[in-house]
């Protein structure tokens, strides 16, 4: 018969055992990881809660545009959150803009307020702003270039704006755009614009970002659309926001805030309990999204989606109560086109459904993913994810073919 204190022996042994693993795998955790100046704690670019608010990175942020205002080539604007500075060389990118504060091939590149050729406005966010490509290689260059090739006298203008949402470009087209009285508006719909939808403060959105600027947001109200945080918070009234967050009444109508994402429960103090909470949660989020979109802004009842398409919808009918034609071009992301590829629909299927039942739309997806299946992600998308010259080459194509076909302009 076996002495019973060695089942103890065994039982303890165990507990130092799991204990000591613990202890190894916190110590791992916390040295591979890193935080930032705000206390948030990053393991491999993943940030763990209990997070904290980007006060001093925001501040610092807001501090720098003071001091430099007019410099950058974002800058803040009461009526979209942010724009373009006017007459602007980036000093991140090989961004120019011209008087207007619109993306242009030099500083002195102008459009008069009635134009004497057809007129194209671009509306939308970093993929029609052209983000990591010069101007000359971007859709709205390639786009006037195609159309004057087929004896055309068309000029492009290209509204688009980094970081935008549905909502920012529908203000830039009331607060800008409607006075140089285009013919044909595009909409660029990004994917990820449906989330912006439903946004106020960048960097609660995209962690890490620290992007100092807040933005206006619609809320639906009965049938109503009402515009919040408008005018928009200044970078310095936005620092000051995050000191007081229980405070703030605009906070309610951020949809990527949780407060109790900010609360320090004493199991969060584990980095390695935090890390395994956030891992387990990702793999819920993977699992469920095999069998259904993300219901979270992609699914047509969610807030996000119907927020998106009643702005889109507005959009719309200003464009042609100034009787202009308006149309959406859809530019997948890389991930659009990595679901796309492996279950042969789009994950805003729906949303693409109710958008085409209202107005004119071209699919970029299928072209830019023969192109994506047989030379690659590289040939299509830059390093931030943005397109390639053959990218944009692809979107401007498509877009000239289907003004000349549709709308058999001259």
């Known amino acids: 018969m076996k002495n019973p204190r060695f089942k103890y022996i065994n039982v303890a042994v165990l507990l130092v055992s799991i204990i000591l693993s613990f202890c190894i795998v916190e110590i791992y955790v916390r040295w591979a990881g890193s935080y930032d100046i705000d206390g948030n704690f990053y393991f491999r670019n993943r940030q763990l809660k209990p997070y904290r608010l980007p006060i001093k990175s925001i501040d610092q942020d807001a501090e720098k545009i003071l001091k430099n205002e007019g410099s950058f080539y974002l800058q803040y604007d009461p009526y979209t959150g942010w724009g373009i500075g006017k007459k602007i060389k980036a000093s991140n990118g090989p961004y120019i803009s011209n008087s207007l504060g619109i993306r242009s091939q030099n500083t002195e590149q102008e459009f008069s307020e009635k134009p004497h050729k057809l007129r194209i406005a671009l509306f939308g966010d970093s993929f029609t702003h052209g983000d ?194 308006f149309l959406i071009v859809t530019l997948p992301q890389p991930r659009d086109l990595r679901y796309f590829q492996k279950r042969s629909k789009l994950e805003y299927a729906d949303i693409l459904t109710a958008l085409k039942q209202r107005h004119d739309v071209i699919c970029a997806e299928e072209r830019l993913l023969d192109v994506y299946k047989a030379k690659g992600v590289g040939s299509l998308f830059m390093e931030r994810g943005h397109y390639t010259p053959p990218g944009h080459k692809i979107v401007a194509d498509i877009v000239s073919q289907y003004l000349i076909k549709t709308y058999n302009i001259k």
């Open 132 to 325: 990591e490509v010069p101007y000359e290689s971007t859709w709205a260059y390639l786009l006037e270039k195609n159309l004057n090739n087929a004896g055309l006298d068309v000029e492009v203008m290209n509204f688009g704006v980094c970081g935008y949402g549905f909502d920012q470009a529908y203000l830039r087209w009331l607060t800008k755009g409607i006075k140089f009285s285009p013919d044909i508006v595009v909409l660029g719909f990004v994917s990820i614009d449906v989330q912006r939808a439903v946004n106020i403060f960048r960097f609660l959105l995209t962690p890490r970002s620290n992007f100092p600027f807040s933005k206006p947001r619609y809320v639906l109200s009965g049938d109503d659309l009402k515009l919040v945080n408008s005018p928009a918070m200044s970078p310095k009234e936005v620092a000051k926001t995050l000191n007081s967050p229980d405070k703030s009444e605009i906070l309610k109508y951020e949809y990527y805030y949780n407060a109790d994402d900010y609360q320090d429960k004493f199991w969060r103090r584990s980095k390695f309990v935090s890390l395994f909470s956030f891992t387990l949660n990702d793999l819920m989020s993977k699992y469920e999204s095999q069998a259904m979109p993300s219901e979270d802004y992609m699914g047509i009842d969610s807030e996000a989606a119907k927020l998106s398409l009643r702005i889109i919808s507005e959009f719309g009918k200003s464009v042609k109560a100034n009787k202009a034609r």
